[in-house]
């Protein structure tokens, strides 16, 4: 198409054509003397350097700077300091989701002929990668109740794993070790030590402070918290987040700016979500465990924790919970699900809704049913995120589909 004439003229003093200044025209301004007050949206994949030894440099990582998102982009830079500053490590490195996060933590310290050491009831796909795509590449996981530390010893010694696996607070049955203890032990063998934080959030717990190598999240969670965000999150010491920069540069599993930018949005109200999520969970959990169509309730707040005390930075214990609907099966579990008017029937967590989701036929899906069943996952429990809603309208509306659901008539005890 030939240009059209026009009198607009580039930098150069040049004639620009019509497509030409539809393209070039208003990019590449100077870099502004002012400051946003709220980190803008860098969605450029590029980024250009006024001249080209300025751009080897940050090629060459000699100065700071940004040159192709999938390296670093500040947008993402920006929501990782967050990060790093909440979990207190040196640094942290975003990805496109929870899982991507949970992967690179386990190659950053993973090889070909190395173990892990892993409790058994971690998030599903989570299971799934050490049981399944892991040992393709010569790596083995051995199993182990991590509130048992005398078998975490034996294990320890026997595997001499390079890598201990665990969730702060474990999904679905919300239990909650001695990480603090686990840790200690697996740095005596020179094993490193990942945890998945995404339950906690660095509001109840912050695991580095207590040695932990890799703070996991799944951002998508507690993080973004609003339930319009997939992403994932490492918190660790900068030469560790330096090493998982260089695997995400090849893998390519980054978190894309926009994510990013609701990320560091979300992050910003998470104390005050959390804290509303854990007075109104702590009220739930109390009105389940009351209730006869409930055989067992899960919910940290509600045990005293031993050891595992120690590790929470207030007393606050979340806003997740599960619970067995008293002898339900699929149908009864469905039957709830569909009773339910406010608490939305979806598969996430830690989002300002309340939602609730049946491990059986999601979560833990790819666990096999005679393991979900070793580990405690019965097919009728329930896992409950509780949103900030008000609480009588929760514990209403989990009534009604108890109602609705239960085998058996409510009949309320003391
Ligand atoms: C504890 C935990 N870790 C990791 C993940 C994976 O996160 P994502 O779905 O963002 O990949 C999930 C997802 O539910 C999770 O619950």
């Known amino acids: 198409m030939p240009a059209s004439k026009s009198s607009a003229t580039g930098a150069d003093g040049a004639e620009r054509g019509f497509s030409t200044r539809a393209v070039h025209a208003g990019e590449r301004a100077p870099r502004p003397d002012f400051t946003p007050t709220a980190t803008p949206i860098y969605s450029a994949t590029a980024f250009v350097y006024d001249d080209t030894d300025t751009l080897d440099a940050v090629f060459g990582n000699e100065r700071p700077g940004y040159v192709y998102t999938r390296y670093a982009n500040p947008t993402t830079t920006a929501v990782e300091a967050a990060i790093a500053s909440l979990e207190g490590t040196e640094d942290a490195v975003a990805f496109a989701s929870g899982m991507a996060a949970v992967h690179a933590a386990m190659l950053l310290d993973a090889r070909a002929g190395d173990r892990i ?124 987040a330096a090493e998982l920069r260089e695997i995400n540069k090849l893998i390519g599993s980054v978190a894309g700016p926009f994510e990013s930018w609701l990320t560091l949005r979300g992050l910003k109200t998470l104390p005050l979500r959390l804290k509303q999520q854990s007075d109104s969970a702590r009220e739930v959990a109390a009105w389940l465990a009351g209730d006869t169509r409930v055989s067992r309730v899960n919910y940290p707040g509600l045990a005293h924790l031993g050891g595992a005390e120690a590790m929470f930075n207030r007393p606050e214990r979340g806003g997740m919970i599960s619970f067995d609907i008293r002898d339900a099966g699929r149908d009864d579990v469905f039957r709830f699900f569909e009773a339910l008017h406010l608490v939305v029937p979806a598969t996430t967590l830690g989002d300002v809704y309340s939602l609730v989701l049946y491990p059986a036929i999601s979560s833990h899906r790819a666990v096999p049913p005679e393991e979900r069943a070793r580990i405690g996952i019965s097919d009728g429990l329930v896992r409950l995120s509780v949103g900030i809603e008000d609480v009588a309208d929760i514990i209403a509306d989990l009534d009604g589909a108890l109602t609705a659901a239960s085998k058996h008539a409510l009949s309320v005890t003391a």
């Open 117 to 240: 050491v892993a409790a058994p009831d971690v998030y599903g796909a989570t299971y799934a990668i050490l049981t399944r795509l892991l040992p393709t590449l010569g790596i083995e996981t051995v199993f182990v109740d991590l509130l048992d530390l005398d078998a975490v010893g034996v294990a320890l010694k026997a595997s001499r794993p390079a890598l201990v696996y665990a969730e702060t607070i474990s999904n679905p049955l919300l239990r909650v070790a001695d990480l603090g203890a686990v840790t200690a032990l697996a740095h005596r063998y020179g094993s490193r030590v990942a945890v998945d934080n995404t339950f906690a959030t660095p509001w109840l717990v912050t695991p580095a402070a207590f040695g932990v190598d890799s703070v996991i999240h799944s951002t998508t969670k507690y993080l973004g918290g609003h339930g319009d965000v997939t992403g994932g999150a490492i918190a660790t010491t900068a030469a560790r």
